[in-house]
T-cell receptor
């Protein structure tokens, strides 16, 4: 089944403790991206990747890192999480940047 | 980042009624997308629009790409309880081709 898989689905952690949210897609998609969803603000793009080893900042990249070492995986890294990064995070992928994106089921992060 | 204004923010309707929602931007877009998000899940693509004036249907859903290229509309006919959810518009503009910007969502409640 074609899908975008995120892990973990839920995480409660403390300020400053590095964490990684993994994202994997099995559709051989070139384009992958990360979004955060906050009440009243919709989805905002954090980082995107056009292809392996090519990443770029989206609308709200501060406090986040990504890597794209292989086509199927696009992890989101929070080196020193802070409470304002408490949010619902979505990974998405598409064949290329011009095609509609398929979304994962989300990761709810709470930073205390 | 680019702001998309989506209205209404929420709607309460009786089962069987038709629904209309719209999305406007301050700049020209060359792609409009409509997504639906169910609780605990990621957004799922409903309709994609690529040309000004384009009118596209997906079952009871119809979406239009406004001729000014600054707006889009989604209509749902004869609503049913499973239409409940949050509907998001998303657009890609000419300059930021690699970014997808989302509206703030319309929360639809269907009363049986």
């Amino acid at each position: 089944e074609a899908q975008v898989t995120q892990n973990p689905r839920y995480l409660i952690t403390v300020t400053g403790k590095k964490l990684t949210v993994t994202c994997s897609q099995n559709m051989n998609h070139e384009y992958m991206s990360w979004y955060r969803q906050d009440p009243g603000l919709g989805l905002r793009q954090i980082y995107y990747s056009m292809n392996v080893e090519v990443t770029d900042k989206g609308d709200v990249p501060e406090g986040y890192k990504v890597s794209r070492k292989e086509k199927r995986n696009f992890p989101l890294i929070l080196e020193s999480p802070s409470p304002n990064q408490t949010s619902l995070y979505f990974c998405a992928s598409s064949l290329d940047f011009n095609q509609p994106q398929h979304f994962g089921d989300g990761t709810r992060l709470s930073i205390l | 980042g680019q702001q998309l204004n989506q209205s209404p923010q929420s709607m309460f309707i009786q089962e069987g009624e038709d629904v209309s929602m719209n999305c406007t931007s301050s700049s020209i877009f060359n792609t409009w997308l409509w997504y639906k998000q169910d609780p605990g899940e990621g957004p799922v693509l409903l309709i994609a629009l690529y040309k000004a004036g384009e009118l596209t249907s997906n079952g009871r859903l119809t979406a239009q790409f406004g001729i000014t290229r600054k707006d889009s509309f989604l209509n749902i006919s004869a609503s049913i309880p499973s239409d409940v959810g949050i509907y998001f518009c998303a657009g890609r503009n000419q300059t930021g081709a690699n970014n997808l910007f989302f509206g703030t969502g319309t929360r639809l409640t269907v009363i049986p």
